[in-house]
């Protein structure tokens, strides 16, 4: 029985979307979204969601079809960069609508909120939040989907990581050496969920004075090309700081539908093309280590196919065994807390989820639930003699 099958799934769910004249008719969640690109940065006020909202307009310049999803549930300012009337979005069929602003759809928590002070969120209400900003918006058809996140690396970043298929995250760093030490913890984080990072932007980079025209480097210079060269990362691009783009943010128009030929605008078509061409690149390379096929066999064992054309079989017991959850490893030490010889050799696999682009979870026929197998790890538990000589399993 197929579990999952990538590019299968992707033509059902077109095919499906398909009404009685062949017209395609908004559906809600992501699954006809092309590319979802996080739009990310260590810490508040780099100008993230500036770059989020003009790159979004830039992309929609080139005649793509773009959303904005305003995750930036804390302190969301994506309606005030966009223009947009602070009205609730409408409600069909028990989906929300997205708003429409400049040619693309967007949604925000701001439009709920009417204007009012900042926000106080429980943790469980924001994420439920985001989880709706996720699976009950009409999004449709997109060939982007830009998602401004809030600052650091928690939760709501987590759980668009886990829930939200990813294309890749964008980071937005200043020039100066702080504001950088924040940036790489966001991209590491990245990194563990397997999401891949597209590359860096380096914001307010170099004042240009507009009556002598002197390039100033208010925060330092390069750091976002250095940390990129660091991380091993593509550096996309650097914004300039341009009083122009804060006070087109103020106005609620993007800089490229002021003004094409400013020094910003220019700045932002360049950004376009670097951002397409690292997807490409990162398209092309096949690094993303995500299954092809993921199949139960008759007989219980789960066959996995790779980018690389190759296949894991993998049996029950030997899964289960290597469980790597806190229940069955100590996490200080990395040592087995499970003993073997209380796994049934017969134990089946009970179920098997998803966990974003980069893990699955699995049951097992004992209970067991808490064990999340990233696609890492399953392809190092992978049975063939290829890859047991590397022992990165347990013995049993
Ligand atoms: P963040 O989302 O990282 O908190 P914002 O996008 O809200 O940051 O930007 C913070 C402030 O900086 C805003 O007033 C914005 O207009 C301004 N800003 C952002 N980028 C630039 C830039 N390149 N030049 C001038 N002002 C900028």
Partial sequence: MALWNRKKSQAQTAQADLNDEGISRLEPGLGRVKNIIAIASGKGGVGKSTVATNLAFALKETGASVGLMDADIYGPSQPGMLGAELEPPHVVGGQLQPSNRHGMSFISMGLFLGGGGPVIWRAPIAMKMIQQFIANVLWGELDYLLIDLPPGTGDVQLTLAQQAQLTGAIIVTTPQEV?????????????????????????MSGFICRHCGKETDIFGAGGGKTM??????PFLGAIPLDPAIMSSGEEGVPVLAKDRKSGASKA?????????????????????????????ADNGELHVRWPDSHQSIYTPHHLRVNCHCANCVNEDTGLR???PAHIPLDIKISDIKPVGRYAMAISFSDGHNTGIYTFKRLRDLCECPEHSKKGESFEV
């Fill in 268 to 296: 932002y078509i360049a950004l376009v093309q670097a951002v397409e061409k690292s997807i490409d690149d990162m398209k092309a390379s096949g690094n993303l280590l995500e299954p092809e096929q993921v199949e139960m």
């Fill in 228 to 233: 990129a060269i660091e991380m091993n990362v």
């Fill in 337 to 339: 807390t499970l003993d």
């Fill in 179 to 203: 504001a950088l030490g924040v940036a790489r913890k966001g991209l590491k984080m990245f990194e563990q969920v397997n999401v891949p990072i597209l590359g860096i932007v380096e914001n």
